[in-house]
């Protein structure tokens, strides 16, 4: 019985252990979402998407709603947020005094966005977005890099 404990932590951990995942969890952290608008907000092959989404389902991290044609994902506990922030508070301790602890050190649900991206339509601060452009004097932000895959990238300042 000890051991099984052990062995249950460490197959769930296992199903959080790559950085695709992660970035699935933080998607979903306030919303539900459809595998179309994951694959496009990544920028994933549909295929390499869905592996990933049945090792999370499998694990119980993730549950799936079929609605109409889609199929739209949710996280099956709000534990795993949380479970990532100390994680993450692990972490700043762990790097004090380099550049990145000050990137870790922002809870995401501590930091107020200000915008709303326009593929996902999550909530953003120019601290939250993982990349930011200026084109023709315009700034944008997104949270993930797909967002930028169709847009014409000519004279584009790349700023995160």
Not at 74 to 94: G, T
Not at 123 to 144: D, F, H, Q
Request: hydrophobic share 45%; glycine share 4%; with cysteine.
């Amino acid at each position: 019985m000890y051991q099984e404990v052990f062995e249950l932590q460490a197959e769930l951990l296992k199903a959080l252990a790559h950085p695709k995942r992660l970035e699935i969890l933080h998607l979903l952290r306030h919303q539900s979402l459809n595998v179309s608008e994951i694959v496009e907000m990544l920028g994933l092959p549909q295929a390499n998407l869905s592996q990933h989404l049945m090792v999370m389902r499998e694990a119980g991290v993730v549950e799936s709603q079929k609605v109409g044609k889609e199929v739209f994902y949710r996280l099956s506990e709000k534990n795993f947020v949380k479970a990532s922030d100390l994680l993450r508070e692990v972490l700043i301790k762990k790097h004090k005094g380099e550049r990145v602890a000050d990137e870790l050190a922002f809870k995401m649900q501590d930091l107020w966005p200000v915008v709303i991206d326009p593929v996902c339509g999550m909530r953003l601060s120019p601290k939250t977005a993982g990349y930011a452009v200026r084109k023709n004097g315009e700034s944008s932000i997104s949270v993930l890099r797909g967002v930028w895959r169709n847009l014409d990238m000519t004279q584009v300042d790349i700023l995160i």
